[in-house]
Structures are given as structure tokens and as C-alpha cells.
């Protein structure tokens, strides 16, 4: 089964940095665009910061400066570097990749989600 699995939230001060990663894993021939969203309570999902294949990144105008987008094909991960922490940033964030796999002689691509990760920022 593939899986997008995301690891480094959690609780940090205002001005803190936290580091996100979300590793693909599975029957994968090829990760095309990665990204990292985010969902604050009685709000709608947001595109933070995305990725492609080749390195070519953009974000969001409320976290430009502050967040940068990376990737590490070698390993099927991508991570997001969050500095400057403010407490609008409070939210679950999601990882999500454009996949191909392989079915024999097939290639099919597919859009996969991670299960979220938590990050507060509060004093």
C-alpha cells in the first residue's frame, strides 16, 4: 500500500522553528509534485508551499520569508522548515504528492494525502 507519512509537529513558542517531514512509501515508480497544506479550525485548506520533481518551489504569501519547501528524491521525502513561528501558523498540516505507479507495464498517477500532523504555536 502506498503511504505518505508525516512526522515533526508539535507544540513551540512564537519565534520557534519547527522542522516537517513526509516520507512516500510503497509500489512507486515516480513522485512528480509534492506539497504541504494546511487546515485551521472553521477554516478551509490552504496550500502553504508545493514542490516539483525538478526543485522549482512556491508559497504562500503569508508564510514567504519564513517557511521553505525541500525535497530529497533519494529518500521519497519532502520537508517543510517552518522559522518565525507565529500563532495564526497554528494548524494540522498535510502532506500531498502527485504518485505514479507502476502496474506491470502501466503507469497510473494518483494524488495521495497524509494523515496530518499537528502544530500549535502559542505561548
Known amino acids: 500500500q502506498v503511504q505518505l507519512v508525516e512526522s515533526g509537529g508539535g507544540l513551540v513558542q512564537p519565534g520557534g522553528s519547527l522542522r516537517l517531514s513526509c516520507a512516500a512509501s510503497?509500489?512507486?515508480?515516480?513522485?512528480?509534485?509534492m506539497g504541504w497544506y494546511r487546515q485551521a479550525p472553521g477554516k478551509q485548506r490552504e496550500l502553504v508551499a508545493a514542490i516539483t520533481s525538478g526543485g522549482s518551489t512556491n508559497s504562500a504569501d503569508s508564510v514567504k520569508g519564513r517557511f521553505t519547501i525541500s525535497r530529497d528524491n533519494a529518500k521519497n521525502t519532502v520537508y517543510l522548515q517552518m522559522n518565525s513561528l507565529k500563532p495564526e501558523d497554528t494548524a494540522v498540516y498535510y502532506c500531498?504528492?502527485?504518485?505514479?505507479?507502476?502496474?506491470?507495464?502501466?503507469?497510473?498517477?494518483?494524488?495521495?494525502w497524509g494523515q496530518g500532523t499537528q502544530v500549535t504555536v502559542s505561548s
Open positions: 500531498n504528492a502527485d504518485l505514479v505507479l507502476a502496474y506491470g507495464s502501466s503507469r497510473i498517477g494518483f494524488n495521495y
Open positions: 510503497g509500489s512507486i515508480f515516480k513522485i512528480n509534485d
